[in-house]
């Protein structure tokens, strides 16, 4: 069982940058999957950005603003936002997806608001 433990988040203004971490509680043996997905009030679960060896994805939403990025020694992934809007509040949730299981963070809530 894996424990991914997110920190980060908070409150910024329109244009702002914020950054979210997130780090596992244990480094699977493999190929491994980091990502960030994203769930707003009353929308579905989405995905915001995801990293692997071979890929690296963005919802096009996110693209040219947000950049993921991680530590493959410590199992770790972040998420550095940068001129955020209000359509991005959400509550942001990290996940690790191997061959076998996918793991989720607590969740971490980021509101853009003036």
């Known amino acids: 069982q894996v424990h991914l433990a997110q920190s980060g988040g908070g409150l910024v203004q329109p244009g702002g940058s914020l950054r979210v971490d997130c780090r596992a509680s244990?480094?699977?043996?493999?190929?491994?999957?980091m990502g960030w997905y994203r769930q707003a009030p009353g929308k579905q679960r989405e995905m915001v950005a995801t990293?692997?060896?071979?890929?690296?994805d963005y919802a096009d939403s996110v693209k040219g603003r947000f950049i993921i990025s991680r530590d493959n020694f410590q199992g770790s992934v972040y998420l550095q936002m940068n001129n955020l809007q209000p359509n991005d509040t959400a509550v942001y949730y990290c996940?690790?997806?191997?061959?076998?299981?996918?793991?989720w963070g607590q969740g971490t809530q980021v509101t853009v608001s003036s």
């Open positions: 996940v690790m997806k191997t061959l076998s299981s996918t793991f």
């Open positions: 990293l692997s060896h071979k890929n690296t």
């Open positions: 244990t480094v699977p043996n493999g190929d491994f999957e």
